[in-house]
């Protein structure tokens, strides 16, 4: 019902920036508060941001805290991440998601994905 595609990813040397965007359609984003989650090789996929449906409160991990930021277009129905100060350990694949409501943090919080976007953060 909701489909969700992730870009902006690419190849960034550390210290720099990326503004990822993800797009919905199939259904309006208004409603529902959204999440952005990472997941390197062997690694469990990570929690990074959650916007509220309004856009009004937010919350980060503490490794991003400071460094990113998440906002919401509801007019265009688009979710963004803007990453600064890009660290090697940011590299990963990101991905966008419906949050389904009992949980902001957590993978099983959401409902749809994104098919992901990649972020590499060279040295």
């Known amino acids: 019902q909701v489909q969700l595609v992730e870009s902006g990813g690419g190849l960034v040397q550390a210290g720099g920036s990326l503004r990822l965007s993800c797009a919905a359609s199939?259904?309006?984003?208004?409603?529902?508060?959204m999440g952005w989650f990472r997941q390197a090789p062997g690694k469990e996929r990570e929690f990074v941001a959650f916007i509220s449906s309004s856009g009004v409160s937010t919350y980060y991990a503490d490794s991003v805290k400071g460094r990113f930021t998440i906002s919401r277009d509801n007019a265009k129905n688009t979710v963004s991440l803007q990453m600064n100060s890009l660290k090697p350990e940011d590299t990963a694949v990101y991905y966008c998601?419906?949050?389904?409501?009992?949980?902001?943090?957590?993978?099983?919080?959401?409902?749809?994905w994104g098919q992901g976007t990649q972020v590499t953060v060279s040295s």
């Open positions: 998601a419906v949050n389904r409501g009992f949980s902001s943090t957590a993978p099983r919080g959401y409902s749809y």
């Open positions: 199939g259904r309006a984003l208004s409603s529902y508060g």
